[in-house]
């Protein structure tokens, strides 16, 4: 397939996959009987949509299309820059704050970018403010499950990258209980595209099994001052270390497109 | 003067000025009826005093002295480390986070660094949240009147750096109303150091001004929900460009004592 169809069956697909989550959202507020609905906010480079609902607090779900430049610097740690810094990007990311303190923060992205090269990014990853061994365990199982139909190295490399990633040294923490991150991975297009597909939907299958399982709990003060002070980290992980948050707020990127990730309240002790 | 008593004296004055600066604080909290003192935590490198007040609902008064080396990096934009990344560093910062959102946020710092050369480098500056044009006029008289004292170029040179500095570009907006900032001064130590002392003894005299001015007036929850916002800006700002928290937490620095910076709460639509 050549690189042009390629661009447009991944772009049409975030675009796609971004109204399915919100669907699937709005179908989880109407069950909890909130009723809140995503607000559409379009821009040159996409769309992102917002909600502030009754079971998320604070969520956003964007799709973009960016034909643009890398900065020099940034170039430089980009695979297939060296006699070009344009680059092509499609991508879908997902953050969700809910309310509930009981009910883990997720967040998720899928990308298509492409230099002289073109690899899939992406991945999901979940953080609980209240520690659910259970859950943990139940959420890693089924990324196994969705990784192993592709290929049984994923999951064991995916899991690690993310536990890396999403790692916050000046505090010693991780952000979550991770899940699976990947990068540069340009092995097979058609392979890794059904792998994209794929990472989606189930994300799409765990808003739904994670949130619904926990939203009607019954949480008290102490648990929302949990949460606050676990939100002031997510902060400081995405405007300290996130690659992307960065790279976007330094290359003149859709500000409130980008910051549609933080929480709508954090506390710091 | 030889470089070890510089040194000396510069530290000194730091401790010193960390002590006057709390004690003031607390004789503001005592005039309030909150009679809340501030907690003492040192380490290795220096000690950092935080408050939580009646009138600072969050506040911290740090002073340290480092002995280290920059990282490769970070070492090219400084000036003396061609040869030697090391450096020595003494400084006191000031981050106050008050209750009422009509008294704005208050920034000090001043520092006196040393590679193979040894400059001073330091400012205030104020963040309300609430426009007050009478206050910021205030302000900027006083801070004027200190600085010609010692010499009449250095108001408009530092207002100017001060602006620029604490900007936030992916907002296109300035954090607060200004003030002064001053990096890499070596022009004549006794007179430098004298200009330091004068930017430590004036921020003393304006925490009293600006603060018992208004921490009696009363507000309502749209003022909260406003400074709760400009709060979100002042972590943005912190984390994604302050160079003195991106290199502390890059460099092992304490994370409590660089990060007692941040607001008590924050909020993001």
Redesign the interface.
Known sequence: MNIKNKKKLAKNWFSELQKIICKEIEKIEKVYGSNKKFKINKWKHGEFRTIKGGVIE?GGVAFSNVIGKFPQEFAKKIPGTKNNNKFWSSGVSVVLHPKNPKVPALHFNTRFICTKKAWFGGGIDVTPCIIDNIQKKYVHKELKKMCDLHNKKYYPKYKKWCDKYFYL???KETRGIGGIFFDYKMDNWEKDFLFVKDVGKKFVYLIDQIIKKKMYLKWKKKDKEIQ?LKR?RY??FN??YDRGT?FG?NSGGN?KA??MS???????K
């Open positions: 604070k040294p000046h505090r606050l002031g902060v400081e405007l300290l960065i707020l500000t980008i910051l933080m929480p709508p309240n954090a506390k710091w």
